[in-house]
């Protein structure tokens, strides 16, 4: 596959979460995810995520689920 090039995305859960005054505990209870996997999102922008939990956060912060990440080139 000559020509693709490896794309990332960075999230920006915490961004957006901040910019609406919404905690960590309280995303967590919108968004029915574990407390964990919220501080992970938190703490580590690049980490591996499903889209069905990028889904719920974006339920839990009412925002389209394309305002939580960036695409960067890697």
């Given at each position: ?7 990332r ?6 961004e957006?979460?901040?910019q ?5 505990v309280q995303l ?11 501080r992970?999102m ?15 956060v ?8 394309h ?8």
């Amino acid at each position: 596959m000559v020509g693709l090039k490896h794309m990332r995305i960075r999230l920006r859960v915490k961004e957006v979460s901040e910019q609406r005054g919404i905690s960590m505990v309280q995303l967590s209870r919108l968004s029915e995810l574990q407390y964990d996997t919220i501080r992970g999102m938190f703490n580590n922008p690049q980490r591996d995520v499903s889209i069905l939990t990028l889904e719920k956060v974006a339920h839990g912060l009412k925002v389209d689920i394309h305002e939580l990440y960036t695409v960067f080139d890697a």
